[in-house]
């Protein structure tokens, strides 16, 4: 139980594109997403954190406008990355929690490899 | 604030040999620690939790971490290192009603094991 997936696995894009990443709980409501990003050979960096139905909690550094997050069902949250360039290149990796699944612990998805061109 | 320090970026083991890795935590109240494994282009796998309770968890893998309140760590350890464990370890901790659960993760420790 407690699975997640994400879509796409991996994605290339000319600069300037916008790329959307989807998270799915497959087995479980979600009622928090986090979407992290992890650079090679680095720990992950918690971009934002999302409840369902509210906006999106961002952390210190991170551009809402670049990064938009929307987490409109318990079941899935999206991350769009706008008007992408070489510098978002990076893997990203989106975790949910709910409240009726071992609610103190994060459920990982497998990552979504982005490369800007 | 809480934040997450392991030791040693990079640990190297002989195939059959103890695995220790390194985990110290800050945290103003009691905190909830995680160990997770990644393995290379892949998202990450809870190893073990400590929560509350029992000091001694025991996860998957064969591998067990003991939370040590005096010396604010949770170091993991397995007996006998296999090849399979070769992978990236990540530490973290959250705190009982903190922010959605957030976690703060350490740097990472990479395994590698040796034939």
């Known amino acids: 139980g407690a699975v997640v997936s994400q879509h796409p696995s991996r994605v290339i894009c000319k600069s300037g594109t916008s790329v959307k990443i989807e998270c799915r709980s497959l087995d479980f409501q979600a009622t928090t997403m986090f979407w992290y990003r992890q650079f090679p050979k680095q720990s992950l960096m918690l971009m934002a954190t999302s409840n369902e139905g509210s906006k999106a909690t961002y952390e210190q550094g991170v551009e809402k406008d670049k990064f938009l997050i929307n987490h409109a069902s318990l079941t899935l949250s999206t991350l769009t990355v706008t008007s992408a360039h070489p510098e978002d290149s990076s893997f990203y990796i989106c975790?949910?929690?709910?409240?009726?699944?071992?609610?103190?612990?994060?459920?990982f998805g497998p990552g979504t490899r982005l490369t800007v061109l | 604030a809480q934040s997450v320090t392991q030791l040693g970026s990079h640990v190297s083991v002989s195939e059959g040999a103890l695995v220790l890795l390194r985990c110290n935590y800050s945290s103003s109240v009691p905190p909830y620690l995680f160990w997770y494994v990644q393995y290379p282009n892949q998202g990450l796998q809870l190893l073990l939790k400590?929560?509350?309770?029992?000091?001694l968890v025991k996860g998957i893998n064969g591998f067990e971490a003991e939370f040590k309140k005096s010396e604010t760590s949770f170091h993991l350890t397995k007996p006998s290192a296999h090849m399979s464990d070769a992978a990236e370890y990540f530490c973290?901790?959250?705190?009982?009603?903190?922010?959605?659960?957030?976690?703060?993760f350490g740097k990472g420790t990479l395994l590698t094991v040796n034939p």
């Open positions: 973290a901790v959250s705190f009982s009603g903190g922010s959605n659960y957030k976690l703060t």
């Open positions: 400590y929560t509350t309770g029992a000091t």
């Open positions: 975790s949910a929690r709910g409240l009726a699944v071992s609610y103190n612990e994060q459920f």
